[in-house]
């Protein structure tokens, strides 16, 4: 089993940054890859980014240049960098990671951006 526990949402102006946070627990021992995924009211929900133990990393075209997922190993912590945020952007943000073919998920945190 893998907890992860996301925070860092809230509201923010158009252009704003913020910067999410997902801490993993449990166990984590050969989780392959991490990632976030948002959902906005009546929308599916959709990978944002990810990163890969292996290395390497994976953006949707809507945040490339705007987006940095990174991670502090030393603190089993995954982060994503949300810069020059747009309405669009607005939604609930969780953490996922994959291990074993399973694929464990956060609860999700909020993120509302104003015009």
């Known amino acids: 089993q893998v907890q992860l526990v996301e925070s860092g949402g809230g509201l923010v102006q158009a252009g704003g940054s913020l910067r999410l946070s997902c801490a993993a627990s449990g166990s984590i021992f050969s989780i392959y890859s991490m990632g976030w995924y948002r959902q906005a009211p009546e929308n599916q929900r959709d990978m944002v980014a990810r990163?890969?133990?292996?290395?390497?990393?994976a953006y949707a075209d809507s945040v490339k240049g705007r987006f940095t997922i990174s991670r502090d190993n030393a603190k089993n912590t995954v982060y994503l960098q949300m810069n020059s945020l747009k309405p669009e952007d607005t939604a609930v943000y969780y953490c996922?990671?994959?291990?074993?073919?399973?694929?464990?998920w956060g609860k999700g945190t909020l993120v509302t951006v104003s015009s």
């Open positions: 990163i890969f133990t292996v290395g390497g990393t």
């Open positions: 996922s990671a994959l291990k074993d073919g399973i694929k464990y």
